[in-house]
């Protein structure tokens, strides 16, 4: 059974930065898709940033694109969002997903943290 574990959420002051990682073990395939999403409240899950393991370029939301870097470190199994130059609307919980062979920026993904809280303050 594949289960994201995300952490390293917290809170920062608008224009602060945030690491997010996210640990996806059991698969017996070194390649598979992982991507962020993230939900705040009273509104609908959106993608942010999708990854091919293995050395796949990432693919990246509009509303994040040149502030938001995903990397993996394949040894440790370990995704990481790093998260810069923040802002009050990037507030939500964020989720970590997997699957073996989707990476699009929908709910195709198999299997789902339980999701690291950030919160940025203006």
């Known amino acids: 059974q594949v289960q994201p574990v995300e952490s390293g959420g917290g809170s920062v002051q608008a224009g602060g930065s945030l690491r997010l990682s996210c640990v996806v073990s059991?698969?017996?395939?070194?390649?598979?898709?992982v991507a962020w999403f993230r939900q705040a409240p009273g509104k609908v899950r959106e993608w942010v940033t999708t990854?091919?393991?293995?050395?796949?370029?990432?693919a990246y939301a509009e509303s994040v694109k040149g502030r938001f870097t995903f990397s993996e470190d394949s040894a440790k199994n370990t995704l990481s969002l790093q998260m810069n130059n923040l802002k009050p609307e990037d507030t939500a919980m964020y989720y970590c997903?997997?699957?073996?062979?989707?990476?699009?920026?929908?709910?195709?993904?198999?299997?789902w943290g339980q999701g690291t809280q950030v919160t940025v303050s203006s």
């Open positions: 997903a997997a699957d073996p062979t989707y990476c699009g920026n929908g709910r195709g993904y198999m299997s």
């Open positions: 059991g698969y017996s395939n070194s390649r598979y898709c």
């Open positions: 990854i091919y393991t293995g050395g796949g370029t990432p």
